[in-house]
């Protein structure tokens, strides 16, 4: 990398690269990805291939080193230099930021992988042949293409394909909207003969509600507002589907934030990244968001993405304000029994 890119582009973001090209996950974290998968009993070969994604597996980790990051501010230690420490631990083979995160996240409720869990299932009961690459899932390298890193992006799309073609894959249905519009969009333009029909976990959750007629149901009512993340809207441009999922569920009540607001011109909430280059920006970006949503009288704040998740989540909390964040996921779950 040259120097005069290492000027423009924040810390934070080149130390994502260096994990994905070097640990295959934007967090550097040692383990085991597909421990969430263990008791679904998956197989390997399906009519679609679940695609997990790093978002969901590694967020519990990222709020714990957010926290982290945030003590660190307090004593004087900037993201840079906490990054540059990190490497120099790094050097005589400790992974520091995957002891931090595993420790952050020790004893808290993991509420991001169990989401992984509640989607699959989710597909079973309507009928979709979902299957699972397990250890072989690679990072689809979104990061990488949103910090500006092409050339690595690059490489790394066609090394994925060759995975994917090498295992017999020929459908994909993503859950992470960053990774879905990677692997749908961005993957075409740059690797030669790439013919993966890609799809939205959402997307075909609304086909399979209409072709089954199946009913979910809430036990209790539950009135909510819905964000929709960026990548979902305005990426992969899916803005009726989720309303037609949350639409075919008793029980649901979405109340819609004024129309400058939602669907395709829904405000960002800041998450997706700007926590880790502007986290001022994020934190205001959060608070307005969620202001915005708590003004439609909802008791409980839903989206469909993993970083918009915690976003709000962080928002809620640091507003004291008295209301529930989940995923449409959790809600769509529950709803089908």
Same mark, same amino acid.
């Given at each position: 990398? =040259?120097?005069?890119?290492?000027?423009?582009?924040?810390?934070?973001?080149?130390? &994502?690269?260096?994990? &994905?090209?070097?640990?295959?996950?934007?967090?550097?974290?040692?383990?085991?990805?597909? $421990?969430?998968?263990?008791?679904?009993?998956?197989?390997?070969?399906?009519? *679609?291939? *679940? *695609?997990?994604?790093?978002?969901?597996?590694?967020?519990? /980790?990222?709020?714990?080193?957010?926290?982290?990051?945030?003590?660190?501010?307090?004593?004087?230690?900037?993201?840079?230099?906490?990054?540059?420490?990190?490497?120099? *631990?790094?050097?005589?083979?400790? =992974?520091?930021?995957?002891?931090?995160?595993?420790?952050?996240? $020790?004893?808290?409720?993991?509420? /991001?992988? &169990?989401?992984?869990?509640?989607?699959?299932?989710?597909?079973?009961?309507?009928?979709?042949?979902?299957? /699972?690459?397990?250890?072989?899932?690679?990072?689809?390298?979104?990061?990488?293409?949103?910090?500006?890193?092409?050339?690595? +992006?690059?490489?790394? $799309?066609?090394?994925?394909?060759?995975?994917?073609?090498?295992?017999? &894959?020929?459908?994909?249905?993503?859950?992470?909207?960053?990774?879905?519009?990677?692997?749908?969009?961005? /993957?075409?333009?740059?690797?030669?003969?790439?013919?993966?029909?890609? +799809? !939205?976990?959402?997307?075909?959750?609304?086909?399979?509600?209409?072709?089954?007629?199946?009913?979910?149901?809430?036990?209790?009512?539950?009135?909510?507002?819905? !964000?929709?993340?960026?990548?979902?809207?305005?990426?992969?441009? @899916?803005?009726?589907?989720?309303?037609?999922?949350? $639409?075919?569920?008793?029980?649901?009540?979405?109340?819609?934030?004024?129309?400058?607001?939602?669907?395709?011109?829904?405000?960002?909430?800041?998450?997706?990244?700007?926590?880790?280059?502007?986290?001022?920006?994020?934190?205001?970006?959060?608070?307005?968001?969620?202001?915005?949503?708590? =003004?439609?009288?909802?008791?409980?704040?839903?989206? !469909?993405?993993?970083?918009?998740?915690?976003?709000?989540?962080?928002?809620?909390?640091?507003?004291?304000?008295?209301?529930?964040?989940?995923?449409?996921?959790? @809600?769509?779950?529950?709803?089908?029994?």
């Amino acid at each position: 990398m =040259n120097k005069s890119l290492k000027e423009v582009v924040p810390i934070p973001h080149i130390y &994502i690269r260096g994990n &994905i090209l070097e640990k295959g996950n934007m967090l550097g974290v040692a383990g085991d990805k597909a $421990a969430w998968a263990k008791d679904l009993n998956l197989p390997r070969n399906a009519e *679609f291939t *679940f *695609f997990a994604g790093c978002g969901y597996q590694f967020m519990r /980790y990222v709020e714990g080193m957010m926290k982290a990051a945030a003590s660190m501010e307090k004593i004087g230690l900037g993201m840079e230099r906490s990054i540059g420490i990190s490497k120099v *631990f790094g050097k005589i083979g400790i =992974n520091l930021p995957s002891i931090t995160a595993k420790v952050t996240a $020790a004893g808290k409720e993991d509420t /991001y992988t &169990i989401i992984l869990v509640s989607a699959a299932r989710i597909l079973q009961k309507l009928g979709v042949d979902i299957g /699972y690459m397990y250890e072989d899932e690679p990072c689809c390298g979104s990061p990488l293409y949103y910090s500006g890193f092409l050339d690595d +992006y690059i490489e790394n $799309a066609n090394k994925n394909f060759e995975v994917f073609k090498s295992l017999g &894959i020929q459908r994909l249905i993503g859950l992470i909207p960053a990774c879905t519009a990677s692997l749908r969009d961005y /993957y075409p333009k740059y690797v030669e003969g790439y013919d993966l029909e890609v +799809y !939205h976990f959402i997307e075909v959750v609304a086909q399979r509600l209409k072709e089954t007629n199946i009913k979910p149901k809430l036990k209790e009512k539950l009135t909510i507002a819905y !964000h929709d993340p960026c990548q979902l809207s305005r990426y992969l441009e @899916i803005v009726d589907a989720p309303r037609e999922v949350m $639409a075919s569920i008793k029980g649901l009540e979405l109340r819609e934030p004024d129309p400058e607001q939602c669907k395709q011109w829904s405000t960002c909430c800041g998450g997706g990244g700007l926590e880790a280059g502007s986290p001022e920006l994020c934190e205001r970006l959060g608070l307005r968001r969620v202001e915005e949503l708590l =003004n439609t009288g909802a008791n409980v704040i839903v989206s !469909h993405c993993p970083a918009c998740v915690m976003q709000l989540k962080r928002s809620t909390e640091k507003m004291k304000a008295d209301v529930n964040v989940m995923d449409l996921v959790e @809600i769509l779950d529950e709803a089908l029994g």
